[in-house]
């Protein structure tokens, strides 16, 4: 979701200006065929020509409530006052998280922002000059916030098309390929600039690995990956994805004139028939917490079945880490909350949030342990049996404070002849779209430098959500050599 003031400033965004805005927004009326440039522009039309504030009824939902308010207007065309009756009904559906447009710039806005600055606009200039002023430092850990309810987003929708979908995996399969047909995952890729600098850097700072060499890209996208490799020098490449992005990636090629190199091919890189071998095989393959999608699998089959006996792969490993964090602000607001809801104790609510892993940006101050690195995998020799495990883990904390969670990240190392690269997701680098996955704690608790925390960590693939993880925590907390706790939970990453 992004803010209606700050969705521009996000660290990793770049235009080609400074001042630049990224992309122009289309706002659809949500009660005629209306079309506008801004969320200003509108409001003001639904107030003049349908006689509805729309901010105000919006503002005063959810975020969740609004998105599938909006959805549920546009599937079954409500009128103004049948919209404005809905909004005061009991909540719709999960279903309704799924656009009903594709590209609907409303779903984008923050209402309830927008809601509250429009009533400080309208209590006096004075109030409006407080209410307006937004320093630095709080617009940062407001987009933190925003990009944290994306990644929830994403989450949510790809578990609901899951569910939706037959129980059969090739149907599962086609749910999940259609939800990477839509553009805007793939903008928020492209605008990832540690995720795509660190494909570009290495892909131009190796010519000797690319030149005249054959490279198979999995899970192509918009074919940025193609683009650099052919750039670079190979000879020829093939581009494989199963979504109907591929149909924008052939016509990409061509305008950019390396359709002569580049091959796209719409499909399962499991079942393409292709039938050359490929000195390298590229893709960006990695998920939430590293392997959340299960798109490794697919890569590690085109290897298996493409690669030949001195190519490699592009990333050439990966490693998982975890570190033991103080963030009792997110904690406050993904589960104390439920304890006290306007006066009302809402804790049996607690549970299905303390049973999924988070998705939210860590800030580096919340680090209170040092980092264990508990899984690595050699990309090059790695099999599929090997993607569910159970790892150890010891981690010493470091900084006195209330422990609320556990968080995963993962760092991707390229290496080459002439240049190597990291793409590091963890809270100290510069931020990326995967942000961090927490595994909030029951019951959070004050720890002691030197506190040490042993056990193991676990992934094993969700048996109802195909592409789904779940992931296990079992460990003891000791304190000069005394056992003062225990962790042990699930938490499903689906």
């Given at each position: 979701?992004?803010?209606?003031?700050?969705?521009?400033?996000?660290?990793?965004?770049?235009?080609?200006?400074?001042?630049?805005?990224?992309?122009?927004?289309?706002?659809?009326?949500?009660?005629?065929?209306?079309?506008?440039?801004?969320?200003?522009?509108?409001?003001?039309?639904?107030?003049?020509?349908?006689?509805?504030?729309?901010?105000?009824i919006l503002g005063?939902?959810?975020?969740?409530?609004?998105?599938?308010?909006?959805?549920?207007?546009?599937?079954?065309?409500?009128?103004?006052?049948?919209?404005?009756?809905?909004?005061?009904?009991?909540?719709?559906?999960?279903?309704?998280?799924?656009?009903?447009?594709?590209?609907?710039?409303?779903?984008?806005i923050d209402f309830?922002?927008?809601?509250?600055?429009?009533?400080?606009?309208?209590?006096?200039?004075?109030?409006?000059?407080?209410?307006?002023?937004?320093?630095?430092?709080?617009?940062?850990?407001?987009?933190?916030?925003?990009?944290?309810?994306?990644?929830?987003?994403?989450?949510?929708?790809?578990?609901?098309?899951?569910?939706?979908?037959?129980?059969?995996?090739?149907?599962?399969?086609?749910?999940?390929?259609?939800?990477?047909?839509?553009?805007?995952?793939?903008?928020?890729?492209?605008?990832?600039?540690?995720?795509?600098?660190?494909?570009?850097?290495?892909?131009?700072?190796?010519?000797?690995?690319?030149?005249?060499?054959?490279?198979?890209?999995?899970?192509?996208?918009?074919?940025?990956?193609?683009?650099?490799?052919?750039?670079?020098?190979?000879?020829?490449?093939?581009?494989?994805?199963?979504?109907?992005?591929?149909?924008?990636?052939?016509?990409?090629?061509?305008?950019?004139?390396?359709?002569?190199?580049?091959?796209?091919?719409?499909?399962?890189?499991?079942?393409?028939?292709?039938?050359?071998?490929?000195?390298?095989?590229?893709?960006?393959?990695?998920?939430?917490?590293?392997?959340?999608?299960?798109?490794?699998?697919?890569?590690?089959?085109?290897?298996?079945?493409?690669?030949?006996?001195?190519?490699?792969?592009?990333?050439?490993?990966?490693?998982?880490?975890?570190?033991?964090?103080?963030?009792?602000?997110?904690?406050?607001?993904?589960?104390?909350?439920?304890?006290?809801?306007?006066?009302?104790?809402?804790?049996?609510?607690?549970?299905?949030?303390?049973?999924?892993?988070?998705?939210?940006?860590?800030?580096?101050?919340?680090?209170?342990?040092?980092?264990?690195?508990?899984?690595?995998?050699?990309?090059?020799?790695?099999?599929?049996?090997?993607?569910?495990?159970?790892?150890?883990?010891?981690?010493?904390?470091?900084?006195?404070?209330?422990?609320?969670?556990?968080?995963?990240?993962?760092?991707?190392?390229?290496?080459?002849?002439?240049?190597?690269a990291v793409l590091?997701?963890?809270?100290?680098?510069?931020?990326?779209?995967?942000?961090?996955?927490?595994?909030?704690?029951?019951?959070?608790?004050?720890?002691?430098?030197?506190?040490?925390?042993?056990?193991?960590?676990?992934?094993?693939?969700?048996?109802?959500?195909?592409?789904?993880?779940?992931?296990?925590?079992?460990?003891?907390?000791?304190?000069?050599?005394?056992?003062?706790?225990?962790?042990?939970?699930?938490?499903?990453?689906?």
């Amino acid at each position: 979701m992004l803010s209606a003031e700050a969705s521009s400033e996000d660290d990793y965004f770049e235009g080609e200006d400074d001042g630049e805005e990224l992309m122009t927004c289309d706002f659809i009326c949500l009660f005629c065929e209306s079309h506008f440039s801004d969320i200003a522009s509108l409001s003001s039309h639904s107030h003049s020509v349908h006689q509805i504030n729309i901010v105000n009824i919006l503002g005063a939902l959810s975020f969740y409530d609004a998105v599938k308010l909006i959805n549920y207007t546009r599937d079954k065309h409500l009128s103004p006052d049948q919209f404005r009756i809905q909004s005061e009904k009991t909540k719709l559906d999960e279903t309704y998280m799924k656009p009903t447009i594709p590209d609907d710039a409303l779903l984008m806005i923050d209402f309830e922002e927008l809601a509250l600055l429009s009533t400080a606009n309208a209590t006096s200039d004075k109030g409006k000059q407080k209410q307006c002023k937004t320093t630095e430092l709080e617009l940062h850990y407001r987009i933190e916030e925003l990009e944290g309810q994306l990644a929830e987003m994403k989450l949510l929708y790809i578990s609901l098309l899951d569910q939706q979908a037959s129980p059969e995996d090739a149907l599962q399969d086609e749910t999940y390929y259609n939800s990477y047909s839509d553009y805007s995952i793939h903008s928020e890729m492209l605008q990832d600039k540690s995720r795509t600098e660190t494909y570009r850097d290495f892909v131009y700072k190796n010519p000797k690995l690319f030149e005249g060499k054959r490279v198979l890209d999995v899970g192509c996208g918009t074919g940025i990956l193609s683009l650099f490799a052919a750039r670079a020098g190979a000879s020829s490449v093939v581009a494989v994805d199963n979504s109907g992005i591929a149909e924008k990636a052939k016509a990409i090629v061509k305008l950019n004139q390396l359709h002569d190199r580049i091959n796209v091919i719409r499909g399962k890189v499991e079942d393409v028939q292709i039938s050359d071998s490929y000195d390298i095989i590229i893709s960006e393959w990695m998920g939430y917490g590293l392997l959340f999608e299960c798109m490794l699998d697919s890569v590690i089959c085109a290897r298996n079945k493409f690669m030949s006996l001195t190519g490699t792969m592009i990333p050439n490993r990966a490693s998982m880490f975890a570190s033991a964090i103080s963030d009792e602000a997110s904690y406050k607001k993904r589960i104390k909350f439920w304890s006290d809801v306007y006066g009302f104790d809402m804790s049996p609510m607690k549970e299905n949030c303390l049973n999924v892993a988070s998705v939210h940006p860590i800030s580096p101050e919340s680090v209170i342990s040092t980092t264990c690195g508990f899984k690595h995998f050699d990309l090059n020799l790695v099999e599929v049996e090997q993607l569910e495990f159970t790892s150890d883990i010891e981690i010493t904390v470091t900084k006195a404070g209330l422990m609320t969670g556990i968080i995963i990240y993962f760092t991707c190392f390229f290496d080459g002849p002439q240049y190597s690269a990291v793409l590091d997701t963890s809270p100290e680098a510069a931020p990326t779209h995967w942000l961090q996955t927490t595994l909030f704690l029951h019951d959070p608790l004050d720890m002691q430098t030197q506190d040490i925390i042993t056990g193991s960590i676990t992934f094993k693939k969700c048996s109802q959500v195909k592409r789904g993880y779940i992931i296990g925590l079992d460990a003891l907390i000791s304190r000069q050599n005394t056992k003062i706790a225990s962790l042990k939970h699930q938490y499903h990453l689906n």
